[in-house]
């Protein structure tokens, strides 16, 4: 897949990488536990993250996201396709040992991500322990622990407190640090910020920001909050069904979509202009998402898309470049046509 983004990025930037990821999963029935059909969660995902970059991941639940943050850090086996870290594919072996360190998660929910029973120096500790087969938290370890939560912002001093006596962003700040403990290169954030209030969400994607910055991380930072995805990413992925429907540089993507499902969400999101909100026509979408399981034939989004037409319903449609000039970017839309969206 070809994108066309308008950054400074070149291909030798280039990361992490997924081609034509996909996940099923059987559905089973009866007393034999028959395979009677499969959820397509993820399917047929590709895409490119460079050094430094933040890839911003956006669509409706049950779109197949998070589950593509699992296959990226290998905490799920893809049923088909592969991921390529610094242009090696990921195999078994000392290629996946180096991709589980390479590449780190942070999850969406800091009151249950965090084991209640283990003190916050055990958890930020628990991956240089697991790298180098140890059971215990020994001095230079130790130390390491303190500079990690001092470089997240908490009191180091607090090393052998538990998960409960923090606030909801401290325990954010403290997935954070055991996601960058082993010095990763990608960090896969699941909705980091969802579970948090607006005012501490702002705190932790500072915190995101800054260490992007020292460290030289890249991101694949998934979420449903189209403000904060806007605010953090330089590039952006739009999925519908489990498919990428159309990914562009953050500007292509917010103010000229050219999926009729991206132009639905764009026209969705609330800007902060009083006056402009007023002014601006939303796109309201019908019908629920359809089930995975069975997803539409041909283009997926043709059960609740206003444009459709006959051949929608039995072509998919590729993903490829639409548009002309610095608007041009990849999307899948037979009938894919630029749209102005004020998002603010
Ligand atoms: Fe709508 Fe057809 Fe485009 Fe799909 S291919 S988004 S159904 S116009």
Redo the contacts with the bound molecule.
Sequence with gaps: MSEGTGTAWSRQDVILKANNLKKYYPIRRGVARRIVGQVKAVDGVSFELRKGETLGVVGESGCGKSTLGRLLVQLEAPTEGTVEMEGRIVKPGEEMRRLRRDVQIVFQDPYTSLNPRMTVGDIVAEPLLIHKNELNLKGRERDRVKQLLDQVGLNPEHINRYPHQFSGGQRQRIGIARGIALNPKVLVCDEPVSALDVSVQAQVVNLLERLQRELGLAYVFIAHDLAVVRHISHRVAVMYLGEIVEVGDKNQIYNHPM???TQALMSAAPVPDPVLQAKRQRIMLSGDVPSPANPPSG?R??TR?W???PN?VTDP?PLIMRGEGPAAHPAS????EEMEVVTG
Excluded: N
């Design positions: 999926h009729p499902y283009c989004f043709h898309c444009k459709a037409q929608c449609p839309c037979h009938y894919a």
